[in-house]
């Protein structure tokens, strides 16, 4: 079905729970039988396992336990090991919200045995995930406030009091031009040396770059965002180098999955190969109402052909990328669906590390437009015209408020 073409109002939410075991079971029954999966970005040696849902109720767990969540899923991580006589691994990620599993370094052998185990799912070589983005020049200093030209092109509303999370490079945490929530924002980049440790701070720069386009105040400095005053949580899953591993961008889905509320938005302006495992996160995560929109990537093929874009679900968007002139941007993917919108995403001024600012370009730019734009409806854009020269033949229609 068709993403946009679904209801979007208040109602539609509680429509939306009455069909969640539906849509759990879509999820939850892509293959019948475990299997390895691996692409041209799989990092040797690294996997991501999916366990069974239904293998948690075998669990033998005494009632004075009464635990769930993690918890559980690192007690059958060790039954599973136990039972094959293997020596359990250091465990990089537990993932519990998004489905139980869990990531870690293995030998092939390893795998191959545990991939015979009746409660492992799906397993994935892990994979690079990375930006490739077009950063058109230096940090450009504080200054007078304008409204970039991708805002006054969407629209702007005070988004006071309502949240976005930004699975991304980490946000400058004291940017002063953005509110950041330092309580909720938390890193799980194992690239970098970060992980649980520096709070979701930026050493890149995308991910502020990224929240300014959809949060930063309305102020008398610096850039105004879509939804300007936006409460933002930085879920740092790439590392200071623009990259990070799929284990790690599942499990922040995972932890934005655990605290994200209906009409939270999350922001993913980011791109890997076409991966089920990385599809079904956002799919599941996005079962308790909260908005995930996705760059559809910069490589002039299908959307399709990437995850998390392709992924579908009615709160799942992904975004394309225009011009000026709402022109379509020649670096952009394309393909509708999994596109179902275009927005401003090249030559974007926005918010930058160190309490910068600097101007780039990218689908990454376009997603955080929709987003801001989402989160000021809790639902979904607007539209009055169609990106022109669409190279599918099918034009996004642009985004705006």
Request: one cysteine or more; charged letters at 15%; glycine letters at 10%.
């Amino acid at each position: 079905m068709k993403k946009h073409l679904l209801w979007i109002s208040s109602l539609a939410l509680i429509s939306y729970q009455c069909q969640k075991a539906d849509l759990i079971q879509d999820i939850t029954t892509h293959s019948p039988e475990a299997h390895i999966l691996s692409s041209e970005n799989s990092v040797e040696g690294k996997y991501v396992i999916k366990l069974r849902d239904q293998y948690k109720s075998t669990l033998k767990i005494n009632a004075i336990e009464n635990i769930g969540g993690k918890d559980l899923v690192k007690k059958a991580v060790s039954k599973i090991f136990s039972e094959l006589e293997i020596g359990q691994p250091e465990i990089s990620h537990y993932y519990s919200n998004v489905y139980p599993g869990f990531s870690a370094a293995l030998s092939e052998n390893v795998a191959n045995q545990l991939l015979q185990h009746p409660a492992v799912e799906i397993i994935s070589q892990d994979e690079i995930i990375s930006l490739n983005d077009i950063d058109e020049g230096g940090s450009a200093p504080r200054k007078a406030q304008n409204t970039p030209w991708g805002v006054q092109r969407t629209g702007k509303a005070d988004g006071s009091g309502k949240t976005v999370w930004i699975l991304d490079t980490g946000v400058d945490l004291d940017h002063p031009d953005l509110t950041v929530d330092q309580i909720r924002s938390q890193s799980f980049s194992t690239t970098d040396g970060t992980l649980l440790s520096n709070g979701g701070d930026d050493n890149h720069g995308h991910g502020t770059h990224v929240a300014g386009t959809v949060a930063a105040l309305d102020n008398n400095f610096g850039v105004v965002g879509v939804a300007y005053g936006a409460t933002v949580v930085s879920v740092k899953v790439l590392g200071g180098n623009g990259s990070g591993l799929l284990s790690d961008v599942i499990a922040g889905i995972d932890y934005t999955a655990g605290l994200s509320l209906p009409g939270d938005v999350a922001n993913m302006s980011l791109s890997g190969g076409a991966n089920s495992l990385l599809d079904w996160a956002v799919q599941s995560a996005s079962l308790t109402g909260t908005w995930y929109v996705m760059a559809a990537g910069n490589s002039r093929r299908h959307a399709n052909l990437h995850s998390p874009a392709r992924a579908n679900g009615p709160f799942l968007i992904t975004v394309s990328a225009s011009r000026s002139g709402d022109y379509w941007a020649g670096f952009s993917n394309y393909g509708n669906p999994p596109v179902d919108f275009a927005a401003p995403g090249q030559s974007v001024y926005s918010t930058y590390k160190n309490k910068g600012y600097r101007t780039m370009s990218g689908t990454s730019m376009a997603a955080p437009h929709v987003a801001g734009i989402v989160l000021i409806k809790n639902g979904l854009p607007s539209s009055s015209s169609n990106v022109q020269g669409d190279p599918d033949g099918n034009p996004d229609p642009i985004a705006e408020i």
